[in-house]
């Protein structure tokens, strides 16, 4: 038995999108505390249960639990003002927030207009090389970080925030007019962004603090805590499929950065799949179908960014993705969601493997734009189920060729699959 049995981790081993708001939702029902360890509003975690139907963006997806607490970590990049108009949506449904069960890390940097403004100037300048970014300042916020400067959460509270605001503004209105090749002037309207910023302040003023003393002291009493992750294993900026990723870390690593628990005191990674692959923004997706299977895919499985909107990019089931982001992300077993979209199809693929110049890979040595754009996918066929799933509670109430199709993904996978999901409701959740 692992001495920290209780610490798990949920992340996606491969472009987001793969259901992990679902899971943080059911399994943070036993938590005592859920930490969101990377990114920020350009995640969409979808939630469906008895309160509701919510797309959270920040805020972990255990705010459903009213015994747990919630915590934004020092890797995160927060948005003020979008960080309030969720907890105002949640607070309309009747869901409590305050400094008891919602903590925000001191440490997290604020996304700013600018970082907005930044991130699309960067996106138009790179024409045809754009990466399709989510347009929420994440790169832009993380390159302030980097480079050590910015306004943190922190900032908000000091005295001298004015003093910080004004000096970070009119360095970022130079910036903005260099990108633009000064061939326009940037301004800000200073007295509106203040103002928000001071709405946003009044409210989440009493949850600020420092989180990782919390962290360690539920660590420490052998608490039940749970890490939430943003995006996907294939999207981290030194693993994933450089350059179209994003800026943060959403695998075992971010997990330790954005908690000072050390891996070894993790009882177990999850990695959520669904039962096709997605990808949103611009990359090479080998098992991509740009045909009436992908689109069938897309309508049924509801495939449009969460954040954006914007229509996901459907394939099979994409195993060496799979096999790569599990390796590299510590994933030790798999969720694999979304298997009801399959209900009324006669054929599914999977993908188990590529063939790149000539070579064949089950699990491929990197993620490389270069690796992926040669990789064509080798596909196995297996029969439909054609019956709806989407009331079986037990693994053996699965249609036998449901059945096959689980046991198919767990050994090419190579790793044990302990939950199916057959619809988005909390309820629809099989246990193998
Ligand atoms: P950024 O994180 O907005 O900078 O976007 C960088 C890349 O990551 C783009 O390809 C986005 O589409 C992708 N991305 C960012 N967040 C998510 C997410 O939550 N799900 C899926 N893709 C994402």
């Known amino acids: 038995m692992a001495v920290w049995e209780k610490t798990n981790f949920v992340t996606d081993p491969l472009w987001g999108d793969n259901g992990k ?16 360890i990377n990114g920020g509003p350009n995640a969409g975690h979808t939630v469906r249960n008895e309160k509701g139907e919510f797309a959270l963006h920040l805020i972990p997806s255990g ?187 959403p695998g075992i690593a971010g997990f330790n950065l954005a908690t000072g628990i050390p891996p070894k005191d993790v009882a177990r990674v999850i990695g959520v799949t669904k039962a096709y692959t997605t990808r949103v923004g611009e990359g090479p997706l080998p098992t991509e179908l740009c045909d009436e299977i992908g689109e069938k895919i897309r309508k049924i499985g509801h495939e449009f960014g969460a954040t954006t909107g914007r229509p996901r990019r459907c394939g099979w089931l994409d195993i060496p993705a799979l096999r790569y982001g599990s390796r590299v992300g510590g994933i030790d077993t798999l969720a694999l969601t979304k298997i009801d979209i399959f209900d009324t199809f006669s054929e599914i693929k999977i993908c188990i493997g590529y063939e790149v110049d000539e070579v064949k890979y089950v699990t491929p040595p990197e993620a490389s734009n270069e690796l992926l754009a040669k990789a064509k996918p080798i596909l196995t066929s297996l029969p439909g189920w054609e019956k709806d799933t989407s009331s079986c509670k037990t693994f053996n109430d699965l249609p036998k060729n449901a059945q096959r199709f689980v046991m198919s993904v767990q050994e090419w996978a190579g790793k044990r699959i302990e939950l199916v999901s057959v619809g988005s409701d909390r309820q629809a959740s099989i246990y193998t």
């Not at 708001?21 to 969101?36: E, N, S, Y």
């Not at 994440?138 to 980097?146: A, L, M, N």
């Open 63 to 249: 705010i459903f639990n009213p015994e747990a607490v919630c915590a934004l970590a020092g890797t995160v990049v927060v948005n003020p003002i979008l960080l309030t108009e969720e907890i105002k949506n949640l607070r309309k449904s009747d869901i409590e927030i305050n400094g008891n069960n919602l903590l925000i890390s001191r440490d997290a940097h604020l996304i700013m207009p600018w970082h907005r403004t930044r991130d699309n100037l960067r996106e138009t300048s790179r024409g045809n090389e754009k990466i399709g970014t989510t347009g929420q300042g994440i790169g832009p916020t993380y390159s302030d970080r980097s480079l050590r400067e910015g306004l943190r959460v922190r900032d908000l509270l000091s005295p001298d925030f004015v003093e910080k605001f004004n000096k970070e503004m009119s360095y970022q209105e130079k910036l903005a007019g260099i990108m633009s090749d000064n061939t326009k002037t940037v301004y800000y309207n200073r007295e509106k962004i203040l103002n928000d910023l001071y709405e946003a302040r009044e409210m989440i003023a009493p949850m600020i603090t420092d989180v990782l003393p919390v962290i360690w002291n539920y660590h420490s009493r052998r608490k039940n805590i749970l890490g939430e992750a943003g995006q996907g294993m294939l999207l981290d900026l030194d693993l994933g499929c450089y350059p179209g990723v994003t800026s943060s870390h």
């Open 21 to 36: 708001g679902k899971v943080i939702d059911l399994m943070a029902q036993r938590a005592d505390m859920v930490i969101r």
